[in-house]
């Protein structure tokens, strides 16, 4: 079993919608949560990180945890073309705060 | 505020070459992160430095080492280079504020071996 897993995708949606980007992880003690966007050929951008259960909002975009069930999930409202991009989730460990568990990816299309 | 910057951006060496990668973090960040991406393994965590020690390192052979100096700036250095090494390397800093520890990644050096 993978740390982190990912759907690979290509995740399709319209432009305007909304697009849900899930991750599950493997260890309980996770602390962590990080998503990043990542356009072809350039490095990572951080876009979100969480760390309580629940949900934090961020101008269009929304992170979700629940550590019960063990994922992670983004939601993008109002989807736009430029959100086209691989969409990374990335977690930490207790007492290795610096190192990230990234998942795969999940590619996101965004159509018009 | 300059983000992390990384040099070279690209480089292409010959199996059995070594090869050294560096990296300044954002102004004020102490912690130096390095990853290696590839579009078999994705993103991997080599090692971490942190006021020039490092603090935590990856499943990664002994042919991958780093270092941290004095005003954080980090470097790579992997030697007997192999095809395989071939990918991007990236380098993240971090501010390692006592409760939130985001990661800020650099352009990326990426490494070709022939």
């Given amino acids: ?22 991750c599950t992880y493997s260890d309980r003690g996770s602390q962590s949560f990080f998503w990043y966007r990542q356009y072809s050929g350039k490095s990572p951008e951080l876009i979100m990180f969480i760390y309580s259960n629940g949900d934090k909002e961020d101008g269009r975009f929304t992170a ?39 998942g795969t990816g999940t590619r996101l299309q965004v159509t018009l | ?36 991406q590839t579009p078999g393994q994705g993103l991997q965590f080599l090692f971490e430095y942190f006021s020039e020690t490092q ?17 954080s700036r980090s470097e790579m250095n992997v030697s007997t280079l192999e095809l395989g090494d071939s990918a991007l390397y990236l380098c993240a800093s971090s501010p390692q504020g006592p409760i939130y520890n985001e990661q800020f990644f650099g352009p990326g050096t990426r490494l070709t071996v022939l």
């Avoid at chain 1, 740390?3 to 697009?19: C, K, M, R, T, Y």
């Fill in chain 1, 1 to 22: 079993q993978k740390e982190v897993e990912q759907n690979s995708g290509p995740l399709s949606v319209p432009e305007g919608a909304i697009a849900s980007l899930n």
């Fill in chain 1, 64 to 102: 979700q945890l629940n550590k019960a069930s063990q994922y992670v999930s983004l939601l993008i409202r109002d989807s736009q073309p430029s959100d086209s991009a691989t969409y990374l989730c990335a977690v930490t460990q207790p007492g290795t705060a610096s190192k990230l568990t990234f």
């Fill in chain 2, 1 to 36: 505020k300059a983000g992390v910057t990384q040099t070279p951006r690209y480089l292409i060496k010959t199996r059995g070459q070594q090869v050294t990668l560096s990296c300044s973090p954002i102004s004020g960040h102490r912690s130096v992160s390095w990853y290696q």
């Fill in chain 2, 55 to 71: 603090r935590n390192k990856g499943n990664f052979p002994g042919r991958f080492s780093g270092r941290q100096f004095s005003n």
